[in-house]
């Protein structure tokens, strides 16, 4: 059974460019979240989602940061006009629609903004 | 909300030596916690979790880890660890509510194995 499946693993952009991160969640799991980890620090949550719905973005900068998680297709994790500060791992989660209170981790997507 | 503190940065042991990563938190509901360790470059793989039951929690590769809910603690435990533990573990809790909700993560603790 595949995992949690995150591309790209690596992306490099230019400041003001556009960074997008795609995230195809356990086959059957309906609930996405997207945490951020910046250097030398842990996982923040940056935002919940469920099928077309967001559920929590609490912890999504206002602005430039968009997530969606269409009815077909993965998870995308959009990032406009990126800034260095955005450099970080993005990691994404998912968990199946009953709760068994454990999330499945990707591998991770490493922007670095030059 | 919760908050999750991980008081060592950094825990530098020999191997085959025992080893306690130490873990509080703060919340003002119950909660369900974890622990997770991440291998260089690579994601979260979680090694144990405590929903409810018995505090005494067994986890992947010979770790163990105790809720105590009076400290607000939940400490990791290894007997005897092996170079191949080397990798940075990170705590986590959520509100216990039936429903999916997101994780709050401490900082993490670096165990630095050595011969």
């Known amino acids: 059974n595949a995992g949690v499946m995150q591309n790209p693993r690596h992306l490099v952009r230019r400041r003001g460019q556009e960074a997008r991160l795609r995230c195809s969640p356990v086959?059957?799991?309906?609930?996405v979240y997207w945490y951020r980890q910046l250097p030398e620090e842990g996982l923040k949550f940056m935002v919940y989602?469920?099928?077309?719905?967001?559920?929590?973005e609490s912890g999504m900068p206002k602005e430039r940061f968009s997530a969606e998680f269409p009815k077909e297709g993965p998870s995308i994790l959009r990032i406009q006009q990126v800034v260095r500060g955005d450099s970080a791992a993005y990691f994404c989660?998912?968990?199946?629609?009953?709760?068994?209170?454990?999330?499945?981790f990707g591998p991770g997507t490493r922007l670095t903004v030059l | 909300a919760q908050s999750v503190t991980q008081l060592d940065s950094q825990v530098p042991v020999f191997e085959e030596a025992p080893v306690e990563l130490r873990c509080n938190y703060s919340?003002?509901?119950?909660?369900?916690l974890f622990w997770y360790v991440q291998y260089p470059n690579q994601g979260l793989q979680l090694l144990l979790k405590?929903?409810?039951?018995?505090?005494l929690v067994k986890g992947i590769n010979g770790f163990e880890a105790e809720f105590n809910k009076s400290q607000t603690s939940f400490h990791l435990r290894k007997p005897s660890v092996h170079i191949s533990d080397t990798a940075e573990y990170f705590c986590?809790?959520?509100?216990?509510?039936?429903?999916?909700?997101?994780?709050?993560f401490g900082t993490g603790t670096r165990l630095q194995v050595t011969l």
């Open positions: 086959k059957g799991h309906s609930h």
């Open positions: 989602l469920q099928k077309e719905n967001i559920i929590d």
């Open positions: 989660a998912s968990s199946p629609i009953l709760d068994s209170g454990e999330q499945f």
């Open positions: 919340s003002s509901v119950s909660v369900y």
């Open positions: 405590y929903l409810s039951g018995s505090t």
């Open positions: 986590a809790v959520r509100r216990d509510t039936g429903t999916a909700s997101k994780l709050t």
